[in-house]
């Protein structure tokens, strides 16, 4: 069992930048692949970025490439999105997500290859 719990968002104007973290409990957080999804308004949820056990390998939606970076420190069972030149369009609630990858680096993309899941945190980036 993993329990995510997300941090981190707020209001910031478009071009600033938000950090978000996601606390995970439990004593075998590095054995997970994590993950960050993103739902606006009236949209369907949407991958964002995901990490492999180690840290070694990412894997970023075009939308955001360039733009966020994920990391995490297993040392500290968290795993973070910093997100930079923020855009009205990055408005959405933003959830953590763990899974037990299928392969050694796996870094997944879809909701459904995720077991465990926080309530997410909101993001509003204004123009």
């Known amino acids: 069992q993993v329990q995510l719990v997300e941090s981190g968002g707020g209001l910031v104007q478009a071009g600033g930048s938000l950090r978000l973290s996601c606390a995970a409990s439990?004593?075998?957080?590095?054995?997970?692949?994590m993950g960050w999804f993103r739902q606006a308004p009236g949209k369907e949820r949407e991958f964002v970025v995901s990490?492999?056990?180690?840290?070694?390998?990412?894997y970023y939606a075009d939308s955001v490439k360039g733009r966020f970076t994920i990391s995490r420190d297993n040392a500290k069972n968290t795993v973070y999105l910093q997100m930079n030149s923020l855009k009205p369009e990055d408005t959405a609630v933003y959830y953590c997500?763990?899974?037990?990858?299928?392969?050694?680096?796996?870094?997944?993309?879809?909701?459904?290859?995720?077991?465990?899941w926080g309530r997410g945190t909101q993001v509003t980036v204004s123009s």
């Open positions: 997500a763990a899974t037990r990858p299928t392969t050694a680096w796996g870094t997944p993309t879809a909701e459904y290859e995720y077991g465990y």
């Open positions: 439990g004593r075998t957080f590095s054995s997970y692949a």
């Open positions: 990490v492999s056990y180690d840290g070694g390998h990412t």
